[in-house]
C-alpha cells in the first residue's frame, strides 16, 4: 500500500448522485478507506462518490472519491 491505513468506525454518509446512503468506515488512509455499506446498495467500481465525515455538529468534510473495489457489504474507495 501506498499510504498506512489506520482502523476506525465511524459513521459516514455517501452520496453517489446526490442521494445520500449511510455507511462506516472501518479503515481510513491518506489515499482512501474502506466502507461497510447497506445490504440494499452497491455502487458500481470505478462509481464516482462524495464521503461526508461529520467531524462536529457544524463541521463536515467532504471528500471525493471513486470506488477502486467492491465485495459483499464492503467497498473501498480511493479519494481524489
Known sequence: RQHPRQTVHT???VAPNGRQHP???VDVSAGGARLT???DWMPNAGSRL????????????????R????????AGVRFD
Open 37 to 39: 455499506l447497506p445490504d
Open 50 to 65: 462524495r464521503v461526508f465525515f461529520l467531524l462536529d455538529p457544524d463541521q463536515v468534510l467532504v471528500l471525493e472519491s
Open 67 to 74: 470506488v477502486a473495489h467492491q465485495g459483499i457489504g464492503l
Open 11 to 13: 459513521a459516514v454518509m
Open 23 to 25: 455507511a462506516t468506515v
